[in-house]
């Protein structure tokens, strides 16, 4: 299958690579070259060149500054800044413009949209999820903690869990349960949370890497304006099975691009260490190479829904489920080439706790042996496995639901 762009997009793309040209360093590898300090600082000033370039939201509508593109010019867009190893934004720009961002468009008052999304923009407001609860997880309907309207605001307490980059935000979107009398699904509000308060206390959860990307958030008497529900009070399960769909379905154009770049670097290093001639790792190459191929056809059926004006569905969980699974085994792969190397991993340590390391990464046992302790995480955080799976079975394929417990 040779996908075939229509000829207003070589226009576009040529458009997208002068841009790069211009504005980033001559002979520029990738952001996998850079660390530290001087891999924070890269990363603040591209924030600031794409927001100036409309870039930084390139789906929002011009009047909430973003660049008003077409589907057609995102996915370009996405793909050339995914093969020049750039970031389409900053760390926390998943949650304030892919995820909050984007859901507001769709769900929030015309008073939400201009008062948060200039702040989303400008990183005034940096944002994290509240959704995972300990009884809360695979069954995020089952979401307990309270919220009790209480003249103009609204009296939460509860506890959340897996919170990424908690540590980091001053605001959290949080699901609460305003009705504890309505159907599981239907007492659920989502409402914008000020996190610079006593009633919010965030403690850091100690992952197998050694880092602590995630937290548990605890609401004691934590307070919110009245207006801050998005999409009305108790409509809050709608809200977030949109704000789940941007999640998990913008990565169709940049994962494949990605995960191949990741291959090519292993494919590298198992040459590089001689292995490349035993048949069992050329087996185990060969099997990583055609789930790389499958990624990328998804990609393009995702990228044709997209082009055609569908919205990120339940149908976005094929391609989490299949790039969290791929992860866990290609990681696994680069385990056994490095051997007993892999036992003491030395040099650069990978950019990000999530998915593949940066364009551009050298082959270092520290990049390695961290992404595969992080790819272990990857088919339990934004939806394990089995729920991707529930998913895709009763969702998509419309299959019997799962027995529920009363």
Not at 2 to 12: C, D, I, L, R, S
Not at 166 to 194: N, Y
Not at 252 to 266: F, G, K, N, T, W
Not at 323 to 348: F, N, Q
Request: hydrophobic fraction near 40%; include cysteine.
């Amino acid at each position: 299958m040779h996908p075939v762009y229509p000829p207003e997009a070589a226009v576009y793309r040529t458009k997208v690579q002068a841009f790069l040209a211009e504005k980033l360093p001559k002979n520029w590898g990738g952001t996998g070259q850079l660390e530290g300090e001087e891999l924070e600082a890269f990363v603040s000033e591209w924030r600031a060149i794409l927001a100036a370039a409309g870039y930084l939201a390139p789906n929002w509508p011009v009047e909430y500054g973003g660049a008003g593109l077409t589907a057609l010019e995102q996915v370009i867009l996405a793909e050339e800044f995914a093969r020049a190893g750039v970031p389409g934004g900053g760390p926390n720009d998943v949650f304030g413009i892919q995820m909050l961002g984007n859901t507001l468009l769709r769900w929030g008052t015309e008073e939400q949209k201009k008062h948060y999304l200039p702040r989303i923009l400008s990183g005034d407001d940096v944002w994290c999820q509240g959704y995972s609860e300990p009884n809360a997880g695979s069954d995020l309907s089952n979401v307990g903690l309270k919220g009790e309207l209480d003249g103009d605001q609204w009296i939460l307490n509860g506890q959340k869990i897996w919170t990424s980059a908690g540590h980091l935000a001053d605001h959290i979107f949080t699901l609460a349960r305003t009705d504890p009398d309505a159907p599981r699904h239907k007492g659920i509000s989502f409402i914008l949370v000020d996190m610079r308060q006593p009633g919010i206390e965030v403690r850091p959860i100690k992952m197998i890497s050694g880092e602590s990307e995630f937290n548990e958030v605890f609401y004691t008497d934590a307070v919110a304006p009245k207006g801050e529900v998005i999409g009305g009070v108790n409509n809050g399960w709608a809200v977030a099975m949109t704000l789940l769909g941007f999640e998990r379905g913008e990565a169709a154009a940049v994962s494949p691009i990605r995960y191949q770049a990741e291959l090519d670097r292993l494919l590298l290093m198992a040459k590089e260490r001689g292995v490349n001639t035993d048949p069992r790792i050329r087996q185990r190459l060969a099997w990583c190479h055609s789930k790389v191929q499958m990624m990328r056809y998804l990609g393009m059926r995702t990228l044709t829904q997209f082009l055609q004006g569908h919205h990120p569905g339940p149908d976005a969980a094929i391609g989490k489920l299949f790039w969290s699974e791929y992860h866990k085994v290609v990681t696994e792969l680069a385990m056994d080439i490095m051997g007993a190397d892999a036992m003491v991993p030395t040099g650069r340590r990978p950019s990000s706790a999530f998915g593949a390391d940066d364009a551009g990464a050298p082959n270092s046992t520290n990049s390695w042996a961290m992404t595969f302790l992080n790819a272990r995480a990857g088919t339990i955080y934004a939806g394990s496995s089995q729920v991707q799976r529930n998913i895709v079975g009763e969702m998509v394929l419309g299959l019997p639901k799962e027995p529920r417990p009363s």
